[in-house]
């Protein structure tokens, strides 16, 4: 079974400039995740996808993040400007329903640094 | 969110036990008690979880204290690919959102 894919694996970019990051989750996963995870610290989810619909999203900076899941599949994360503090480690995540007992698998996630 | 308490970090050595130890006195009667684990470089793996009884699995054993405050991760013999930070969280509510903490930094000595 394929895991979680993410790209790109390592983007630099300049403050104020803007950034894009990709996600497949697992075929048939209906619930995706995104969480920011800044050096030293635990993952933080950003937001939670359930197929298309937006479950949760109360963390996410909405005046210079935004996501989309469209068609249940794929999902684009992207900050527009970025600031230095958005240096960090972004995962996604995905699980086949939004349930306690489903556990959630993980990619290998994308280094963003702003320089 | 209900909150977790874990050491920083602990030690151990090649083929003993480890005990990952994790308190949660503020869980709810419907929170499930979660492990992961992140190796170095790579994303979070799921590990176990739980509600009420000691659960078992390929990877681990979690035990939870019959008060349900508290609860232990168990390897039953640590190898090097054992070292890696491991999370317990707490997750319940609609939508059964993962709070990580800083978690456990565990190291495996040779």
């Known amino acids: 079974e394929a895991g979680v894919a993410q790209s790109p694996r390592y983007k630099i970019i300049e403050k104020r400039q803007s950034v894009a990051f990709w996600c497949n989750p697992i075929?048939?996963?209906?619930?995706l995740y995104w969480y920011q995870q800044i050096l030293g610290q635990g993952p933080k989810l950003l937001i939670q996808?359930?197929?298309?619909?937006?479950?949760?999203d109360s963390q996410l900076p909405k005046d210079r993040f935004s996501a989309e899941r469209l068609k249940g599949v794929d999902s684009t994360l992207k900050i527009q400007p970025a600031k230095l503090e958005d240096s960090a480690v972004y995962l996604c995540a995905s699980s086949l329903v939004v349930a306690s007992t489903y556990e959630q698998y993980f990619g290998p996630g994308t280094r963003l640094t702003v320089t | 969110d209900a909150k977790t308490t874990q050491p920083n970090s602990m030690e151990s050595n090649e083929e003993e036990p480890v005990h990952l130890p994790c308190n949660h006195s503020?869980?709810?009667?419907?929170?499930?008690i979660h492990w992961y684990r992140q190796l170095p470089s790579q994303g979070p793996e799921y590990v176990i979880h739980?509600?009420?009884s000691n659960v078992n699995n390929r990877m681990a054993s979690l035990a939870i204290a019959e008060d349900r405050k508290s609860s232990t991760l168990i390897l039953h013999r640590a190898t090097l690919r054992d070292a890696a930070v491991y999370y317990c969280?707490?997750?319940?509510?609609?939508?059964?959102?993962?709070?990580f903490g800083k978690g456990t930094l565990l190291t495996v000595n040779p």
């Open positions: 739980g509600l009420t």
């Open positions: 969280i707490l997750s319940g509510g609609s939508n059964y959102k993962l709070t």
């Open positions: 996808f359930q197929n298309n619909g937006v479950v949760d």
């Open positions: 075929s048939g996963h209906a619930t």
């Open positions: 503020t869980i709810s009667g419907t929170d499930y």
